[in-house]
């Protein structure tokens, strides 16, 4: 008997939004549009060479190594290169473009009362004291 693939079933699929094991992103669609105008993906130049990556794959990356407190070399390859994210972070925070996207999404938060400023907390455990402690007066 010939079965053709017409005459197949119809394999249904439960997930089909992807793999299971992927992880999810750390910007959500929302948030990613509202700070989107900040992060322009500029045009490949008239002459030619390697086009940039996606700014949001870039940041995706940052806020991989800025959440895990990993090192830059250790970046998953599911995001763009070390290098590609790390120069992206340096011209994003020199141009101010860094500060104003966590700027805004802050405020997103503000405004629907999802922050409380009483508890605030820093970790700078990662960060050696460069040339030794300072003298206390």
Avoid at 21 to 49: C, H, M, N, Y
Avoid at 73 to 101: I, M, N, V
Avoid at 118 to 130: I, N, R, W
């Amino acid at each position: 008997m010939l079965i053709t693939l017409s005459q197949m079933p119809a394999r249904r699929r439960s997930n089909c939004t992807g793999s299971r094991t992927t992880p999810k992103p750390f910007l959500e669609d929302s948030q990613w549009f509202l700070i989107a105008d900040l992060f322009p993906d500029r045009p490949v130049s008239s002459k030619g060479g390697r086009p940039r990556v996606a700014s949001r794959k870039c940041l995706e990356g940052i806020l991989w190594v800025l959440t895990s407190g990993a090192r830059w070399q250790d970046l998953p390859e599911r995001y763009p290169s070390p290098a590609t994210c790390w120069r992206r972070l340096q011209e994003w925070t020199s141009s101010g473009a860094f500060q104003e996207a966590w700027t805004r999404l802050l405020e997103v938060l503000e405004h629907f009362r999802e922050l409380d400023w009483e508890e605030l907390a820093g970790d700078g455990t990662f960060s050696p004291a460069k040339g030794g402690a300072p003298a206390l007066a």
